[in-house]
């Protein structure tokens, strides 16, 4: 079983950055693929960004790539998603979500997520 708590989210002006935490519980963390995803109101959970259990591999979603950074530290159970030059239309409640299935590689899917934080929300002021 894997418990997530993310942090860090708040308002920011367009242009600006923030940097979101999620916190893990479980012995299993380093051996999953992390996930950052976002859903803003009236729209879909959409994919953010992804990493591999090591952190050796990244995935990102084209409408962030360049700006958003996603690591992890894995003595800390934690993952990370530093966010620069954020736009309004980013505005949106952001999730920590932690993949099913063990020693598997990293996913864009949600459905391939099956443990999820309560989210954080970001606001972007124009």
């Known amino acids: 079983q894997v418990q997530l708590v993310e942090s860090g989210g708040g308002l920011v002006q367009a242009g600006g950055s923030l940097r979101l935490s999620c916190a893990a519980s479980?012995?299993?963390?380093?051996?999953?693929?992390m996930g950052w995803f976002r859903q803003a109101p009236g729209k879909e959970r959409e994919f953010v960004a992804a990493?591999?259990?090591?952190?050796?591999?990244?995935r990102y979603a084209d409408s962030v790539k360049g700006r958003f950074t996603i690591s992890r530290d894995n003595a800390k159970s934690m993952v990370y998603l530093q966010m620069n030059s954020l736009k309004p239309e980013e505005t949106a409640v952001y999730y920590c979500?932690?993949?099913?299935?063990?020693?598997?590689?990293?996913?864009?899917?949600?459905?391939?997520?099956?443990?999820w934080g309560q989210g954080t929300q970001v606001t972007v002021s124009s």
């Open positions: 979500a932690a993949r099913t299935l063990q020693y598997s590689v990293t996913s864009y899917s949600r459905e391939a997520y099956g443990y």
């Open positions: 479980g012995r299993t963390f380093s051996s999953r693929a």
């Open positions: 990493i591999s259990g090591g952190g050796g591999t990244t």
